[in-house]
């Protein structure tokens, strides 16, 4: 049938095209989903008999295999967009057991009666407005047919999620939301979107939300809800769509209980581009009000109210995010110049300047010494002027507490705490902040809590690296060799991946398995011949220490010229204990200084670990360890001033 043949539908405010695939509401476009809209065209053109679920699977989705949850949640976003209540269905029913009917008055035209021009459209014997059950007296004659007047009452009974007996959902995954618009090009929004949701709903601490690295990798998933809510130990999982039509965005969410018992939920919100801003919070409160109790007063309050963005601004947020991803630094530098363009486009957009302020961190870790200066001021100045437009961006507060913890600040661990503190007050779920608190705590030899913190971000985020190599630094330098060893030969992926392959070739040496710690670090040697924080050359130092003090002399001098910013405290580190190892003890402790001063003051690895044996009868040694301890003391009193 071609599009001129094709009928088209008036019902209420709407009238559908069903050739053009065009739904309006009083005039204007209304932005459908193509499997809605075939659901609605299905329900129409059948509109004098109840359509079963088996009839609109096979007209919709052909072939594909799609669960019943599917169709409901079709229908479901179909009565939103109709602008149906939960208790008044005037457009479509459930008949219980059987399927939908679509029971308003609808008049159909043809084609050729709307080209008709000043004559009055013909009529057709279907053209007559067709009558139907009203929608409540529809429920109750399907109710009455499939399953009786008893259970009728239970079935009409709206499922809320705060009915008493309900378990409290404790836990949730937002899955990557599917881009409807088609274009490949706009797989950023989504992403973008999805990000915004796991953000904004981190921030109610009463809920666990699995963190986007850990939920990206069911992008477009063959497994069912369910099956993922198993696999990532959470109770509920979010799904949903983001489709993009000119300047109008709409977001469709479903929640699915892992309980099978609860009804999914659907809902969908639509907003002008402008008001992205506001649109993402809207979904946010409306999924956080499905969960038992619904939002707490704090949460609630930090959505706050938004201002309009400049929409491109926020494109190139979205596509700079999209490339962070990769921490590459050519993507990096991409990144910086999109954020700063969003902010030039948008002096308002605090987020567009938090981002850039991370962007410039990460940088960072690519530029020499001479050149940190300017990043860092940059760096500064975007998290101040993000901080200025909104007080309560978590990203902000990271930036800023990542810039605290390097060389030129000296290291300040208690102001950084400070920060990365105030994130997780503002998100409780964010893993990058746990994250952090534990590379500072694990670095100042306070263990315990470092392993908290590491636990929280990897229950949140099961794949970050990072919260994985401060478990394993935490372990290796509590004198749990065995446990650390295992944890360093299982991080995943390039994360300060010398310090790794050293601290693996350091638990080996301490366990006494020198044969394979020396086939470590000639593995890592072939892999990384240029190593610019000196920690292979230093550990390749304590390895030659007595044998071939002269070479290990030579391999020091290697460490002493390094290039690398911060991770440069571990090389200082072996260094020390090379010489100790030579039972050198001036220069031990000279390098000992040098670790402590530049981020490693670890006071409890200092006074246990045995490489230091030789020299830990010394004087210059004791005085340092003496110097250490009441340090170390005096910010555990600084950062917990409430535990004795």
């Known amino acids: ?143 009455l047919a499939a399953l009786g007047v008893g259970i009728l009452t239970f079935v009409l009974r709206p499922v809320r999620a705060t009915d008493t007996g309900r378990t409290a959902i404790t836990s949730l995954a937002v899955l990557p939301l599917d881009n409807l618009s088609g274009d490949p090009a706009q797989e950023y929004l989504a992403d973008g979107m999805t990000e915004a949701l796991i953000t904004d709903l981190g921030k109610f601490g009463s809920v666990r939300v699995i963190a986007r690295a850990s939920v990206m990798k069911y992008k477009r998933p063959q497994a069912s809800p369910t099956t993922v809510a198993r696999e990532l130990g959470v109770q509920a999982v979010v799904t949903g769509s983001v489709l993009r039509s000119g300047d109008r965005v709409q977001i469709t969410s479903h929640l699915n209980y892992l309980d099978s ?38 949460g609630q309050a930090r959505l706050g109210t938004l201002p309009r963005v400049n929409p491109a601004a926020y494109d190139s947020v979205l596509r700079a995010r999209y490339l962070s991803d990769r921490t590459t630094d050519a993507d990096t530098q991409a990144a910086i110049a999109l954020l700063e363009r969003a902010v030039a486009l948008d002096p308002g957009f605090a987020v567009a300047y938090a981002d850039l302020a991370a962007a410039y961190v990460t940088r960072l870790t690519f530029v020499t010494p001479e050149e940190t200066g300017d990043l860092e001021q940059k760096a500064f100045a975007a998290a101040e002027k993000a901080l200025l437009l909104d007080r309560d961006l978590p990203e902000a507060y990271l930036a800023r507490g990542d810039l605290l913890w390097t060389h030129s600040h000296r290291f300040a661990h208690e102001r950084a705490v400070q920060e990365f503190r105030r994130a997780v007050g503002l998100n409780p779920n964010s893993d990058q902040a746990h994250r952090r608190l534990a590379r500072v705590y694990v670095h100042v030899g306070f263990f315990e809590e470092a392993l908290e913190h590491a636990a929280k971000a990897l229950s949140i985020n099961p794949s970050n690296a990072q ?52 086939v470590q670090l000639r593995l890592a040697l072939r892999k990384y011949p240029n190593d610019p924080s000196g920690a292979l050359p230093g550990l390749e130092a304590m390895l030659l220490a007595e044998s071939e003090p002269l070479k290990a002399q030579e391999l020091i001098e290697k460490v002493a010229k390094r290039k690398a910013v911060n991770p440069a405290h571990h090389a200082a580190y072996f260094a020390a204990c090379a010489w100790a190892r030579m039972q050198r003890a001036e220069e031990a402790v000279e390098y000992l200084r040098e670790a402590a001063e530049t981020g490693f003051p670890c006071y409890y690895l200092f006074a246990h670990d045995p490489n230091l044996d030789p020299i830990r009868q010394d004087p210059r040694f004791q005085a340092f360890l003496a110097d250490m301890q009441k340090r170390s003391e005096s910010l555990r009193k600084a950062l917990f001033l409430d535990r004795k």
């Open 1 to 143: 049938m071609n599009e001129q043949s094709q009928p088209s539908y008036e019902f209420g405010p709407f009238s559908l095209n069903a050739g053009k695939r065009l739904l309006l509401r009083n005039g204007e476009p209304v932005a459908l989903a193509p499997k809605v809209l075939e659901t609605l065209l299905a329900l129409i053109g059948n509109r004098e008999r109840v359509v079963t679920k088996d009839e609109l699977l096979r007209q919709v989705w052909g072939d594909t295999i799609v669960e019943e949850g599917g169709l409901a949640r079709n229908v479901s976003l179909l009565r939103k967009i109709l602008g149906e209540k939960p208790d008044d269905h005037q457009y479509i029913v459930t008949v219980p057991a059987r399927g939908y009917r679509f029971v308003a008055d609808v008049r159909e035209r043809s084609q050729e009666g709307e080209s008709s021009g000043a004559h009055a459209p013909a009529v057709l014997e279907r053209d007559r407005p067709t009558r139907g059950l009203s929608a409540r007296r529809w429920l109750v004659l399907g109710g």
């Open 261 to 298: 018992d609860r009804q999914t939920w659907d809902d969908s919100h639509e907003r002008d581009v402008h008001d992205v801003l506001t649109l993402q919070r809207e979904v946010t409160a409306a999924i956080a009000d499905q969960l038992r109790g619904g939002p707490a007063a704090p």
């Open 467 to 518: 919260a994985l190599n401060s478990r394993a630094q935490a372990l290796l330098w509590m004198g749990k060799d065995e446990e650390a060893l295992a944890i360093l030969t299982s991080i995943p992926g390039p994360v300060l991946p010398e310090l790794v392959e050293a601290n693996t070739a350091f638990a080996l040496l301490r366990l006494g398995r020198r044969e394979e710690a020396w």
